[in-house]
């Protein structure tokens, strides 16, 4: 996202005031030209095109109009901020309702991001295989292994690598007779890019979970699978939202799986949960 892209991009000091104020005022800027911002900040136009061309756009109006649209999928019918959803003046009981509406928020943003095609391509994949390999940032191998649990209690191996550690290795050993998910929000490490492509040459297909921006991963991926995207990289507090977000994804795919051999699936779990239950 162009959010996140400038966070990452180094300005200048007059740079910066350029971008701390078109921040601080967000859609207020839509009426306003170059030679007003120029103003409010001290600067010059010529900057402001420079700004705007440093962050990948051909000028200014280009790059406005990229960054009025994000900010209306950022905060269109948002109730709680994603990066900072409680403020110090905030009791218990209000916390308790921010984060719910964050999160009843977030699965309806992640509902509307969602294909119809590209999850009927994804459940393909996951559906040809018996082994899938999940690589994932260690923050949320939590949720990975809930996934990893509920497939196989349905006769799915699934494998988590952990996307810090040696997870290319693990790549270098994959198949056509695998699948591989994975989850990033930013998508543009190089560890990414590097599992991304040895999995291509190992013909595995790739479902991508990641940010709404076009990224490395995304551009790999067979197919992706869109995040809710409005949490920033850095300047947050949680990753309330992300989490809340891949989570329920990961919960879409297995139903999904779950539901294509219903009987037979609710069957194995009941014989199951049975035989550990007279365990006890």
Request: net charge negative; glycine share 0%.
């Given at each position: 996202m162009l959010i996140h892209k400038i966070e990452n991009t180094h300005f200048s000091s007059s740079e910066n005031a350029i971008i701390d104020y078109i921040l601080k005022n967000g859609d207020k800027i839509k009426n306003m030209t170059t030679t007003e911002i120029a103003a409010e900040t001290y600067t010059s136009a010529s900057l402001l095109i420079r700004v705007a061309k440093k962050l990948g756009f051909n000028g200014w109006n280009e790059f406005k109009e990229a960054y009025l649209e994000?900010?209306?999928?950022?905060?269109?019918n948002n109730q709680v901020d994603a990066c900072i959803p409680f403020v110090v003046s905030d009791d218990m009981m209000k916390i308790v309702r921010n984060i719910y509406s964050l999160e009843k928020e977030t699965i309806e943003d992640t509902v509307s991001l969602l294909k119809h095609d590209d999850l009927s391509l994804a459940l393909k994949y996951i559906r040809n295989t018996n082994d899938i390999d999940i690589y994932v940032s260690h923050q949320y191998y939590p949720i990975a292994l809930i996934f990893k649990e509920n497939m196989k209690l349905i006769n799915h191996h699934v494998n988590i690598y952990d996307l810090s550690s040696d997870s290319y290795i693990h790549a270098t050993m994959s198949s056509d007779k695998k699948c591989a998910i994975i989850i990033s929000y930013a998508g543009k490490r190089k560890t990414i890019t590097n599992i991304c492509q040895?999995?291509?040459?190992?013909?595995?297909p790739i479902i991508a979970m990641t940010s709404i921006?076009?990224?490395?991963?995304?551009i790999l991926a067979d197919v992706t699978l869109l995040i809710s995207s409005r949490e920033l990289i850095h300047a947050k507090i949680g990753n309330f939202a992300t989490t809340q977000s891949i989570k329920y994804?990961?919960?879409?795919?297995?139903a999904n799986i779950f539901a294509m051999n219903y009987t037979d699936n609710l069957d194995y779990r009941m014989n199951i949960g049975k035989e550990v239950e007279e365990m006890y």
């Open positions: 994000e900010l209306q999928y950022l905060y269109a040895k999995l291509k040459e190992k013909s595995t921006a076009e990224n490395d991963l995304s994804l990961l919960d879409v795919l297995y």
